[in-house]
Each structure stands twice: as C-alpha cells, then as structure tokens.
C-alpha cells in the first residue's frame, strides 16, 4: 500500500512539474524564440519543469501542509509571471532607455545580462567571469552562471528568460526550508506567518522576476538558516546543508554571503554553545566575534565610504529638492538626512503622486505597500518582546532585530537613500525579517495587541500629510506646509501616540491586576 501511494505521489509530482513547464515554455518561445522556436520551447520546458519537480520533492521531504504548498506555488508563479510580463510589457510602455527597450527592469541586470551571452557565445572560458574584463558583476558568480546557462542550453540565441527562471526558482526553493525550520523551532503560527511573508513580500518577488542576484541569496540563506536550526536534530544533515548553501552564497556574493555568516554564526553560538560554557570560553569566543566584526569593518570601511561617498552625489544631483533641503541643513547633518531618508524607499506617497509612466508607477506602489506594511509589523514586534517573553528568548529575536536594523542602516547608507538599490541590499536578510514579522503577527493575535493598529494609524497619518505635501509639489493643489515644521508636526503626532500607548497600557495593566486580587 505504502509502495503505492508513493508511486501515485510520484506521478502527481511528475504531472504537475510537467504543467508548470509547458506553462513557462509558451511564453518563453513566444518571447525569446530565437532561430529555433522548438529548441526555446524545450530547454524552458526542461528547465522550469525540473525546477518544479525539486520544489515539490523539498515540500514532501519537509512536510509542509496544503498552506504552505499553495504559498510555494504562488511565490514561484507570480515571480515567473510577473517577470514575463515585464519582459513583454517594459519595451512598450516602459521610459525608452535600453534596459526597459531590452525587458529589463534592472540597469545592473541588463548589463550582466548582456555580458554573460556575451562571455557564452565568445568561447573564452567561463571563469573569466571572474575577472576584469567582465566590469557588471563584482563577483562574478551570477555572470559565469548565467553564461553557463546560455551556453550549455541556449547557444543559438540569448533568451534572458531563463535566468529568470532559475531567479524564481532559487527564492522559492529556500520557502519550505524556511517554514520547517521556524515551525519547528517558533512554532506553527510563526512559521505559517513566516513563509507567507517571504512569499508575497513585493520586493522579493521584483527581484525574483529580474535576473538579480539577491533572489538567489536569498532562497540560500533560508536554507542555511533551516540548516543551522537543524544541528540539534542531525548534525551530519546539518554541515551538509549549510556548507553547500553557504558555497553557493559566497560564488554569488562573497560580501552578502559574509554578512549572513555572521548572522548564522552568532545565532547558532547562542543557541548552541553559550549556555554550555564556562565564563573564560564566554569571554573568548565574545573576543573572537569582536576582532571578526572589527576587521571586518576596517576591510570593508574604505569601499563602504567610497562607495556611499559616490551614491550620495548621486542622489542629491537626482533631486533639486533633496539639495536645497541639504543648503539649509548643513554639511554636518548631510549623510544622516539621506541615509534616514533611505530608510523610507521605496517612498510611498511618491511612489503614489509622482507624474511618471503607468507601469513604473505601479511597480513603485506595489514595492513601497510591502515595505510599509512591514515596518509597523517589525516595531510593533519590537515593542511585543519586552512582554510574556522568555528572556532566552528575547535574546535571540533581539539579536535579529539587531541585526536587521543594522543591516538596513548599511544598506541605507551603501546605497545613498537610492530608491532601488538600497531596498534590494536591504532584502537580502528577508528570511529574519520574514521570521520576526511572522512571530510578530502571531503575538499579536495571541496577546490581543493594539500596537500593530496603533502603528499602522500612525503611518496612515504621515502618509496622508506627505501625499498632501507631494499633490501641492507636483500639481499646484492646496497650500503646502513647509517640509520641516511638518516634519516636526509628524515627530509631536508620532511620540504621542507611542507614549500615549505605553501609558494607557501601563495604567490597563495595572487596573486588571487589582481587579485579579
């Protein structure tokens, strides 16, 4: 009986992966067909198919219930179709600049793009990806992969489709992965929570629909993540995994690939052997981490600061706005007012309000929507931990608090507040953020907190008062308030309602525990 379920199980996996690859091979023969219509038919049919078939082979292996299958259906799906679409749709009503002419939404993407048929159909060896010649990709990985896939599958013509297909492919597989691990270790709600976030995330599924290197990452580093909360379990599984995963990272982006190390190394540290040691290896292995992060950032600080130094330029030559705002603040006070306002891209209200092309707009609401409906969930979170909360755990989801906060500063600062860059450097810790925003959801049904609607109040204000300031910049329309008095209005509106809560909560515990004696 067992050896046929199995059997049946098997050919639903085969028919369903069978499915999603002719699914994707229409369009892509239709779009990129090339000299050879039936060739881009097969090899997108191949590849798409068998990107399928892992996914649901990691869906079985980990268990995942109809919920969980059908979040994994729907990240790889929309991220495949949003893609298609763009592809077709940027050429006609995207700006005429070459990448939207060419389908893509990327400058950085079009250009590794290119280069990668480029290295494919020259016949020079895969591994000069890795060196100068070859400028669009810093690292290397994703070029030498990308031509890799042009040549062995497609080297009669260049179908860009099918890098997006192992795009899509990468950020889904790391959905299950994730889902398991956060089940296991937080518990069923925060791990259903978890993975639904990570699926539907907006940014996440633009970068999964380009031929960008975060997706990958970001799939790998769910799946190191699952890996370490493994160790317990099966450490030989354990090490498997995480060595794997984490070589993948390091060939795509050694920096980004690092800065997740350090994540799983610090965690795993406290999960694993803090409590086991005595206070001298306590005091040792907290040096250790404290040279690692310090050399880390004498390595690093040059390129950081050269290379925010360029973006910030960047960004004030962009806005005329944004430079007579700097006149008046001063050069003391100039990183930290764009870095704070890279902290708001995709900016909302703009992304709303701006005059720009039907397509961009959308693209721009739909990346500033999940931003802005995760930001409340991330602090509201914040403020849960204090409460009914174990203090072994409030160690550890401080820490990726910490973490994300940090990391989305740098991203912030690395990318001069630039509207595309600094959120895709941002998500490249998607996995704690979808992980804290989902133990954030679930604690806040489970504890019955206002905060996450106080919260969401509060944005709906600011958001109000700059989509009035943008419709007076753009559009003439009603008298506009000077930017900081209505910034300092927002700050007064803002620390009301946050001290205002904390009181009235104060005050509401305090009653229900008299009325408990």
């Known amino acids: 009986m067992k050896k046929n379920l199995t059997g049946t199980q098997g050919l639903r996996e085969f028919y369903w992966s069978a499915a999603a690859g002719a699914a994707v091979a229409f369009p892509v023969a239709w779009l990129n067909p090339g000299p050879h219509p039936l060739r881009a038919f097969f090899i997108s049919f191949l590849l798409a198919g068998f990107s399928w078939w892992i996914i649901t082979k990691a869906l079985h292996w980990l268990g995942a219930h ?11 799906g929309l991220r495949l179709l949003i893609g298609i679409i763009l592809f077709a749709a940027l050429p006609v009503y995207g700006y005429d600049e070459e990448p939207p002419n060419n389908g893509y939404l990327y400058l950085d993407a079009y250009r590794r793009d290119s280069d990668a048929w480029a290295l494919a159909s020259s016949g020079q060896s895969l591994a000069d990806a890795f060196g100068n010649e070859f400028a669009t990709d810093q ?18 013509a260049h179908r860009p489709l099918l890098v997006l297909i192992l795009t899509s492919f990468f950020a889904t597989v790391g959905l299950p992965f994730l889902w398991r691990g956060v089940k296991d270790r937080w518990g069923e709600k925060t791990a259903n929570s978890s993975a639904w976030i990570y699926a539907l995330y907006p940014e996440s599924i633009i970068l999964g629909a380009s031929q960008m290197r975060e997706p990958i990452l970001i799939g790998l580093s769910a799946i190191a993540f699952w890996a370490v909360l493994k160790w317990r379990e099966d450490r030989k599984l354990s090490i498997l995994f995480l060595f794997i995963s984490s070589l993948l990272m390091s060939f795509i982006s050694i920096k980004a690939a690092a800065a997740i190390i350090l994540v799983l190394t610090i965690y795993f540290w406290m999960e694993n052997l803090l409590s086991t040691m005595n206070r001298r290896w306590r005091i040792v292995s907290l040096v250790i981490f404290a ?31 944004i430079q007579w705002e700097l006149e008046l603040l001063g050069e003391r006070y100039r990183a930290p007012f764009i870095i704070g306002y890279g902290l708001a891209q995709p900016v909302l209200p703009a992304a709303i309000i701006y005059p720009g092309l039907p397509i961009t707009r959308s693209i721009a609401i739909f990346r500033a929507l999940g931003w802005y409906l995760l930001v409340p969930l991330l602090i509201s979170g914040f403020i849960l931990l204090w409460k009914k909360q174990p203090k072994s755990e409030q160690r550890y989801l401080l820490f990726f608090f910490l ?113 408990m004696k």
């Not at 109809?66 to 790889?76: R, Y």
């Not at 690292?139 to 009669?156: E, N």
């Not at 992060?293 to 806005?319: C, K, N, T």
């Open 403 to 515: 973490a994300i906060f940090i990391w989305t500063v740098i991203s912030s600062a690395r990318a001069g507040g630039d509207q595309w860059d600094n959120p895709r450097y941002r998500a490249i810790l998607l996995v704690w953020m979808a992980l804290l925003g989902g133990w954030s959801w679930a604690e806040t049904i489970k504890q019955r907190s206002p905060w996450l609607w106080r919260l969401l109040f509060l944005e709906i204000v600011y958001i109000g008062f700059f989509i009035q300031w943008y419709l007076s910049r753009y559009y003439g329309l009603f008298k506009r308030m000077d930017f900081w008095p209505m910034v300092s209005l927002l700050g007064g509106i803002g620390v009301a309602v946050i001290f205002g809560g904390l009181i009235f909560d104060l005050i509401y515990n305090k009653v229900r525990k008299d009325q």
């Open 291 to 321: 040279l690692v992060i310090i050399v880390g950032i004498i390595l690093g600080w040059g390129w950081l600061v050269d290379s925010s130094r360029w973006d910030l330029l960047l960004m004030e030559g962009s806005s005329g706005r």
């Open 139 to 156: 690292y290397g990985g994703l070029l030498s992969l990308s031509a890799g896939v042009y040549r062995l599958l497609s080297p009669d």
């Open 66 to 76: 109809h919920s969980i299958q059908w979040a994994t259906v729907l990240a790889f």
